[in-house]
């Protein structure tokens, strides 16, 4: 994400597709192959209710909590502030039911401003058990998603002995606007980055209450997948977020184009008070006496048509996003691969990887078109300035191999070059670090799931490989035989579930019968490749990844 298309998303491409798997499917498998099955009854603590600081919450046999409020409604006054603590309520919360997603084009369920709840799943058998806890935060380009979809009902990866957690925070406009006027309120002076703040506000609120369903409140491992892995990275950096949790994963981070500085342009890329000033403009708020209580007057309806007007000419490189993190200096000090660099991340044990073909999916959506030698050369030439020459001898882009060059090139730009990055900074920084590659393609019915909710046009599996969000169906278990998983996939689901749960209980993802996972030393690289059969292997060398690095210090964010 970062404004200037090339390579990146077509600013008119629909809403769904944005960065991986906006996650409607989540839902949609829900509803045609059923959730997954709940946790066996609980023999816990002979109270109906259980206490936290949202108000009472009626103890369910399931362990399976939805729609928990964890912060106040962030609507009205509210809008475009910081979470505001729940306010706690008399009556018991049933909690049987999710919350409604936060508001986003074409959703698929109930949406409302009223959205900051989050879903709990607990194998804790008596008020004494004292569980790995792990809280997770969804993809979809900051736009769409929400932590309630079928996807992440997670009950396989609860079995393995850990409390999970998945979040609503606030997308899009509603969750990352910037405004002059909205800083010169704030008392920090800064404005956006509310959705991550909700996240903290989740996090925070998990230290408190999760004692209470049978969690560690001092063992928490924060992960995501796509935008929820860029969250994670935020949070590795945010001063706000230290001590909010222990251990993180990043599942497909995106990093460079990803961001905005609050005030200044960088490599053309427009400061987010600029966009909150064109958004301001097409709402009318701009002409009024008071402009915070113009913008917090608008209608929801109005503000994602205003955001989705801006698509065209301000969407950032890798999904033509419009409102996404911004570098205010306060939430975001810095940008998180600068901050890395300089080892001023939280020091906390670390997961990170990439599927084998992350933009797979994408390519038909390239803006402008790469779809031929000439175009690819273009584009190369643009993204690459003088070292243009260095990657086109190495990935040429000709036919017949120019689906592959451009897949390579794409994907290497947008995560692997990231990835390789951050667990370099990582291990030089003395942390440990772990770095995986999922190599194993989806089944047939799976990758039509996740072609649907990209917009691929007619990508065949060859081409499309491992893609972007492959890995979210073992991680949580969502590996039904009528989406084409086989006894194989599933061993290769089980085996990572454990490694992710063993990584929350202890900060080392080793799993009973597994080969040892070694950590990442930059010297001779090893990783775990999980496909049909996990193993350790050498990080393959991708000659790609110093010129992407280069790059970004002159064409990108």
Sequence with gaps: MTPQTAPGLSPAAPPAMRMALPLALGLVLGLAFGALPGLPGRALAASE???????????????IYQGIPYAAPPVGALRWRPPQPARPVGEPLACDAPGPQCPQNDADGDTDEDCLTLGLRTPARTDDDRLPVMVFFHGGAFTSGAGSL???????LVREGVVLVTVNYRLGALGFLAHPA?????????????????????????????AAF??????????????????????????????????????????????????????????????????AARLGADRQPDVPAALRAAS???????????RPEA???????????????????????????????????????????????????LDPPADTAEAYVRMVTRRFG???????????????????????????????????????????SGSPCFVYRYELPPPLGALAALEDEGDALGVSPQQAGVPHGAELFPVFGFESPWLGFDDADRATGMAMRAAWAAFARTGRPNWPHGPTWPGFDPGA?????????????SLPREPLVPLVERSWQTTTY
Aim: charged fraction near 20%; glycine fraction near 10%; hydrophobic fraction near 45%.
């Design 150 to 156: 079928s996807l992440y009902a997670g009950g396989d």
């Design 525 to 537: 690289p090893r990783i775990m490749a999980f496909g049909k059969t996990p193993r350790v292997r």
């Design 315 to 365: 969407g950032l490189e890798v999904a033509g996003v419009v409102c996404s993190p911004t570098v205010d200096g306060v939430v975001l000090p810095d940008h998180p691969l600068t901050l890395f660099s300089r080892g001023r991340q939280h020091h906390v044990p670390l997961i990170i990887g990439t599927t084998a073909n992350e933009s797979s999916l994408f390519l038909d959506h």
């Design 49 to 63: 209710t259980i206490l936290t600081d949202s108000g009472p919450v009626v103890r369910r046999a399931d362990g």
């Design 386 to 428: 003088c070292d243009a020459k260095k990657v086109l001898a190495l990935a040429p882009g000709r036919e017949p191999g120019l689906w592959n060059d451009l897949e390579r090139v794409v994907s290497v730009r947008w995560f692997v070059a990231p990835a390789e990055f951050l667990a370099r900074a990582q291990a030089a």
């Design 300 to 310: 929801v309806g109005d503000i994602l048509a205003a955001t989705e007007a801006l």
């Design 182 to 210: 909205l800083s010169a309120e704030s008392p920090g002076g800064v404005s956006g980055n509310y959705g991550l703040l909700d996240q903290q506000a989740a996090l925070a609120w998990v230290r408190r209450n999760i």
């Design 214 to 279: 049978g969690g560690d409140p001092d063992n928490v491992t924060v992960f995501g997948q796509s935008a929820g892995a860029a969250s994670v990275l935020a949070h590795l950096v945010s001063p706000a977020a230290a001590g909010l949790f222990d251990k993180a994963i990043l599942q497909s981070p995106v990093a460079p184009g990803a961001l905005r500085r609050l005030k200044d342009a960088v490599h053309g890329v427009a400061p987010a008070e600029d966009i909150g000033r064109r958004i």
